[in-house]
């Protein structure tokens, strides 16, 4: 046995901090490393079984969730047509309503002579702004003249046989006193006398009306305008049926036809539109309500007007209800003729509903609508066709007086298709504009 045999082994008896300093003698300073218990092996293997299963809640379940949301919903497609819908809903009880109308003149008479003559001058020319009972036009009149003459003559006349039937009647009143004539003859002397008065009166009433007749010589302005038109010339010959000697071209000079008149006169400081309201309106136009109102002619400039009087009655061929504005025109600014747009502003007693026009089913019994039962984007919706009444058209969307009520969901754009119950599915709901305000005449 050599020496390196014989070496000495360590002592296993030895205790443990010995060994621990003769092994970091050899590894050098590695910190020790103790061996896993089977404990801790235990618990581990349970926390990743935990955390395993709560992950496979987390995105198992609701993606199953979610797949079952899809079938159903691709089940409810393959079985009901998908539709989209509308609300009905009231309009604004505020409303306003545009309507076209022709500016009037608030007054406009034609003047005729009333004797029979030449015109001996005018005075007053086309848009002369002429005053009430301002001369206007002298009519020569020379046979009037002379018959006046003749009647101031024949007044004369039964007067003096008026005094004489008087004294007659005196003298046979005393003569009867004394009884020296009958009673026949003083009646026939009060009867001479009575003749005698009534031609008397006669004859000065004859007088009068010559007299008054000869005033229309003069002819004057009925009413404070303007002159539209002048339909005679110095030398026309005038008559009261209204014929005239003036040429066709004396037409042109007031720019209408002459139709026997001599002039035309118009009162435009201020004027007047008449309107023809729907009957749907018809109920909410009171005096008073005030219009805003434009003028083609005039761009730019607004006026107002008020709305003076209506007719309180439709007109049964266009169920309209007749309207007139007075419109203040103090700087003469609109003329007669013009075409005007009025904008009035008011509440509607009973504001009606609005739907789309899309939604109409036009059929062989009337306009209808396939009114939705159920909520919105459920399978099991079912639809029924209703009856409605339509009011004003605005186009895209429509006023429906009878047959909706407020909040009822009707089917778009509708599939011929679709009969009454039928299921389907609703996929979107499209709302309505208010059109009432700023809304024009009917369509």
Do not use: C
Not at 366 to 378: E, H, R, T, W
Not at 407 to 430: E, F, K, S, W, Y
């Amino acid at each position: 046995m050599s020496s390196t045999d014989r070496t000495t082994p360590p002592d296993s008896h030895a205790p443990p901090e010995f060994h621990e300093h003769e092994h970091h003698a050899d590894v050098g300073s590695a910190p020790p490393v103790k061996a896993m218990t089977a404990h801790r092996l235990i618990v581990l293997g349970v926390i990743a079984a935990a955390l395993l299963f709560v992950l496979f809640i987390v995105t198992i379940i609701p993606r199953r969730s979610v797949e079952n949301e899809l079938r159903a919903d691709a089940t409810a497609r393959d079985s009901a047509p998908a539709v989209q819908v509308t609300t009905v809903h009231r309009a604004s009880a505020a409303s306003e309503l545009t309507l076209p109308g022709t500016i009037q003149a608030l007054h406009e008479s034609a003047i005729y002579a009333r004797v029979t003559g030449y015109v001996k001058s005018w005075q007053a020319d086309i848009g002369a702004i002429v005053h009430s009972g301002q001369l206007l036009a002298l009519i020569d009149a020379p046979e009037l003249e002379q018959s006046a003459e003749q009647a101031q003559a024949q007044l004369t006349q039964a007067r003096s046989a008026l005094g004489l039937a008087r004294a007659d009647l005196e003298r046979w009143k005393g003569l009867a006193r004394d009884s020296a004539v009958t009673s026949q003859e003083l009646d026939q002397k009060q009867a001479a006398f009575e003749a005698a008065d009534a031609n008397t009166r006669a004859a000065d009433a004859n007088l009068r009306r010559l007299v008054q007749t000869r005033q229309f010589t003069r002819v004057t302005a009925p009413f404070t305008g303007v002159i539209t038109a002048r339909n005679v010339d110095i030398g026309s010959l005038i008559t009261p049926a209204g014929a005239t000697s003036a040429p066709s071209g004396a037409a042109g000079v007031g720019g209408a036809a002459s139709a026997g008149n001599m002039f035309r006169i118009a009162q435009t400081d201020t004027v007047r539109i008449y309107l023809t309201v729907p009957e749907g309106y018809a109920t909410s136009i009171r005096s008073g309500l005030e219009a805003a109102v434009t003028a083609q002619g005039i761009p730019g400039r607004n006026f107002t007007g008020h709305v003076v009087r209506t007719s309180h009655a439709l007109d049964p061929s266009s169920r309209t209800l007749l309207v007139e504005v007075d419109v203040p025109n103090r700087d003469f600014a609109l003329l007669p003729g013009m075409s005007a747009q009025a904008r009035l502003r008011f509440p509607r007693e009973t504001p009606p509903f609005l739907l789309l026009a899309s939604a109409l089913v036009i059929r062989s019994s009337g306009v209808q609508v396939m009114a939705v039962d159920g909520k919105p984007g459920s399978s099991d919706a079912t639809i029924h066709f209703r009856s409605v009444r339509i009011g004003r058209d605005y186009g895209g969307t429509v006023e429906v007086s009878d047959g909706v009520s407020d909040g009822m969901t009707v089917v778009l754009n509708p599939n011929a298709d679709l009969l009454d119950g039928a299921r389907v599915h609703v996929i979107a709901t499209q709302g309505i504009a208010n059109p009432s305000k700023g809304a024009s005449g009917p369509k």
